[in-house]
Nanobody, 117 residues
Framework: QLQASGGGLVQPGGSLRLSCAAS????????PGWYRQPPGKQREVVAT???????NYADSVKGRFIISRDYAKNTVYLQMNSLKPEDTAVYYC?????????????WGQGTQVTVSS
């Protein structure tokens, strides 16, 4: 139901944009967010966005990452700028989806982001 894409290898200081698209008979996407799991560490929240557009960011990414959403495309984005090696992780999107068959919380499959020179 959620498909994340856009990861890759980037040099320090570079940028990437991640996308998370909801597929199926989606009625609404609620409380979407991006999370990441660095190697050997626990998954952590990166950024969230409310239905009203309010955003919250982890302190480590404030001023560098921007979360946004496109209602028409049922897609949530994470623009990542000024990337650092410590941003290396598998990035996951998460959201509560209301769809024609019901309602549930879903995770995307994860997309690898590697920041290295």
């Amino acid at each position: 139901q959620l498909q994340a894409s856009g990861g890759g290898l980037v040099q320090p200081g570079g940028s990437l944009r991640l996308s998370c698209a909801a597929s199926g008979s989606i009625i609404s996407i609620n409380s979407p967010g991006w999370y990441r799991q660095p190697p050997g560490k626990q998954r952590e929240v990166v950024a969230t966005i409310s239905s009203g557009g309010s955003t919250n960011y982890a302190d480590s990414v404030k001023g560098r990452f921007i979360i946004s959403r496109d209602y028409a495309k049922n897609t949530v984005y994470l623009q990542m700028n000024s990337l650092k090696p410590e941003d290396t992780a598998v990035y996951y999107c998460n959201a509560d989806l209301m769809y024609s068959g019901g309602y549930g919380n879903f995770w995307g499959q994860g997309t690898q982001v590697t920041v290295s020179s």
